[in-house]
């Protein structure tokens, strides 16, 4: 595994809090499907960009095998990465992120899991112990207690509530996604298995937004509270007026636009690197390591909007520190 393979995935952890970062600041500008939707469609133009370079530098060859092959997985990956979305969004909407929050971090662990039962990745007991052991971190670290403790008091509330079951299924999406893209990354190398996951995660977001279209007679919308603002998420994509607003940049919506593209832009970056690490490290300890964006996340609220961490979040982040460490060593 080696110092390389564990360096990758704390690029790949900073490249996803980045990507996070800057599309939670752009969907305040904007709605969150029309976000989310702007950022894959320009990351899949990224991603093209770089393939062009990257075969006309290296002169990469793909055999029609590997392409039909990596393209049935992408088929799966691209759902996974559009439901997981969706229903992250809409675990947020109905939930509490105390709650939310610390579920989505343990999706390495159902990556791990896959990987070792169907790739056959072998994991010495003390390596299993140590990713165990960061993503523990993870959890600790993404885990208000002071939330929670406000949220059980309320007479009404239930811990299996339904914010927590779309937060589960999330989370498994995830965690079959990051296991997808690494299982193809062993057979078809590490670009072709990220831009079919791109190509299709945004073929079915589209075909989402039209089943919505269609059933919406009423013009109903989904309310996210991703923040406290009190948007709504509308599933429809941007229309032509609201993409025209891109010429005036210092507008709201145009700087929304803006960090939509900034934030796929990076993220598929961040998707490259990880199938690229797949390739050197496990697929489970590259996506243990991954997870880690919590903590980017984290460090933003603490700098800008100068939030405090609890004692259990230190806690954490020293479990998280000491496990990736000793992965490390």
Known sequence: MGLLGIGLGVIVALLFGSSDILATLATRRLRTFKTTFVSQ?????????????VYWRWHLSFTFTGLVLSALIGIFTGLCAALGYLLFYRALEVGSVSIVSPITATSSTFTLVLSVLILQERLSFGHMGLV??????LVLASTSLVELRALSRQPRHSLWSQGVRWAIVATLAFGAMDFGIGASASMNGWFLPVLWTRIFSIGFLFLASEWKRRKRISHTHITANLDASGRTLSLSLPSLEEISYIRSPFSTLGFGILLALLAGTIESLAILTFSFDTRIATTGITSAIASSYALVTLLFGLIVYRERLAANQLFGIGVFMVGLILLAV
Not at 41 to 50: Q, T
Not at 132 to 137: A, D, E, K, P, S
């Open 132 to 137: 165990i052991l960061v993503i523990l971190g």
């Open 41 to 53: 469609l320009i990351g899949l133009l990224a991603l093209l960009v770089l393939g062009i370079i």
